[in-house]
């Protein structure tokens, strides 16, 4: 068990270029979630995905943003035409399917994002 | 809505002493609560999780307690080392059936000195 894994873990990038990160969560959790942190403040929610269906997306999540689990494996945040508001740790972490431990979350390092 | 706080904002205490890390949250229905480790630009790393039926969580010197009634955990560190200097968060999750989405407190960023 590997653990929760992102690529990249960092990226510079000029305003208006498209951007893409990419989740591989723990093996066989069915939840995977993303969360966006700034600096100095505590992970905000953005989007949920139980195993390929997207089941809630935050209010946060602008149309410049769209997430993806295609196989219910991995999955992809593509932000479009990026703003300087976007720069950020972007965090996604995975969970197990029901069981004792249900509701425990798991970490990746996360991918920050500077956008100049 | 759900609101999480954490006083303090920031800590320092010598090394040896007992750390006392708090968490209050607004909505009492909680389904569990998380307690998470951040070292600078690194990712979240889980220390404890309390489900709402539990009222306490040990591992090795940490100690989280859960009063629901409340709307409170702390979170105990026995005889502080260097290396438990981090960012210390919170996180409660009120809704089982949506997926453990988590609201996170904003943290308390704790230093321990030599």
């Known amino acids: 068990d590997t653990g929760v894994s992102q690529d990249p873990r960092h990226k510079i990038t000029k305003r208006g270029q498209n951007v893409t990160f990419r989740c591989d969560p723990i093996s066989e959790h069915n939840r995977l979630y993303w969360y966006r942190q700034t600096l100095g403040q505590g992970p905000e929610f953005l989007t949920y995905f139980q195993n390929e269906a997207q089941l809630e997306k935050s209010r946060l999540l602008s149309d410049r943003f769209s997430a993806e689990r295609p196989k219910g494996s991995f999955s992809t945040l593509e932000i479009q035409r990026t703003e300087q508001g976007d720069s950020a740790m972007y965090l996604c972490?995975?969970?197990?399917?029901?069981?004792?431990?249900?509701?425990?979350?798991?970490f990746g390092e996360g991918s920050r994002l500077t956008v100049l | 809505k759900q609101e999480v706080t954490q006083i303090p904002a920031a800590l320092s205490v010598p090394e040896g002493e007992n750390l006392v890390l708090n968490c209050s949250f607004t909505d009492s229905a909680i389904y569990n609560l998380q307690w998470f480790r951040q070292d600078p630009g690194k990712g979240l790393t889980s220390l404890l999780l309390i489900q709402s039926s539990q009222r306490e969580q040990t591992s090795g010197r940490l100690n989280a307690s859960l009063d629901k009634s409340s709307g409170r955990s702390t979170l105990y560190i026995a005889a502080s080392q260097p290396g438990d200097s981090a960012t210390y968060l919170c996180?409660?999750?009120?809704?089982?059936?949506?997926?453990?989405?988590?609201?996170f407190g904003g943290g308390t960023r704790v230093l321990v000195k030599p």
């Open positions: 996180a409660v999750n009120v809704i089982k059936a949506a997926g453990n989405k988590l609201t």
């Open positions: 972490a995975s969970s197990p399917p029901m069981g004792p431990n249900t509701g425990e979350l798991f």
